[in-house]
């Protein structure tokens, strides 16, 4: 089982949405996907609640608690044995011996940024501490980490764009996600490739904005299955 982090520092940054693009993503190409939730203030369990109220959930995705290092150790042997290809972690803001051992578990850490000069400190300070654990547990190349832009304004002013341009040389995805309502929303309106399979039997003007955000979703799992997979 692969096992993906997403992790950042900085409240607000994108993670659950990030995590949950990708989720939906593997998730359309019947991939078996767990996830698991450290986050204090459970937005996955929330997330999960909202879809299928809306009938926008996939039951073959389940949520594991990892609040701690013994639950997260036991929820992804629980889920390794179940036979899930992928468990993706929702980490909790800051540096922590929890946040620590899911990234050494990890074979890939995903740090979601918006593009500000906050975010951008904030996500320099992210990659720091993985590459100082990398290098303290002498974990070479076992965990990749990798910056993925969140939020992309559609337009950039100068600002941002001297922001974007001081990431350059950081281990980056091609792929950004634009700032769209489809995926500000999606943790209300639930998995992405259901909420669009929904929006198009209703109208095919209305799933506009929802199919832009999926070729995003399936543009980034390309970059991430060639990672993990190769």
């Given amino acids: ?51 299928r109220r809306s009938g926008t959930w996939d039951e073959a995705c389940a949520i594991f608690p990892a609040g701690d290092v013994d639950t997260f150790a036991r929820s992804a042997g629980t889920a390794e044995k ?11 803001g800051g540096g922590s011996e929890l946040n620590s051992t899911v990234v050494a578990s ?5 740090i979601p940024t918006a593009i500000t000069s906050y975010d951008v400190n904030a996500s320099v300070t992210t990659v720091e501490f ?51 309502d489809a995926l500000t929303g999606m ?10 399979e929904k929006r198009r039997a209703d109208s095919s003007i209305g799933a506009t904005h929802f199919q832009s955000a999926m070729r995003e979703a399936e543009k980034l799992v390309d970059e991430v299955l060639e990672v993990v997979e190769g």
């Fill in 82 to 92: 179940a036979g899930y290809e992928f468990a993706l972690v929702d980490t909790h």
């Fill in 187 to 196: 943790l209300r309106s639930g998995l992405l490739h259901l909420t669009l």
């Fill in 1 to 51: 089982m692969q096992i993906i982090s997403f992790i950042n520092f900085k409240g607000g940054a994108g993670k659950t949405t990030a995590l949950s693009v990708v989720a939906s993503a593997l998730l359309a190409r019947g991939r078996k996907v767990a996830l698991l939730e450290s986050d204090e203030n459970a937005p996955l369990g929330t997330w999960r609640n909202h879809a």
């Fill in 130 to 180: 993985i590459v100082d654990l990398i290098e303290r547990e002498e974990l070479g190349e076992s965990v990749i980490v990798a910056l993925l832009v969140t939020k992309l304004p559609h337009t950039l002013n100068k600002s941002r764009e001297a922001d974007l341009a001081s990431i350059q040389d950081f281990p980056l995805f091609q792929t950004m996600l634009r700032d769209r």
């Fill in 106 to 110: 990890s074979c890939l850490a995903i």
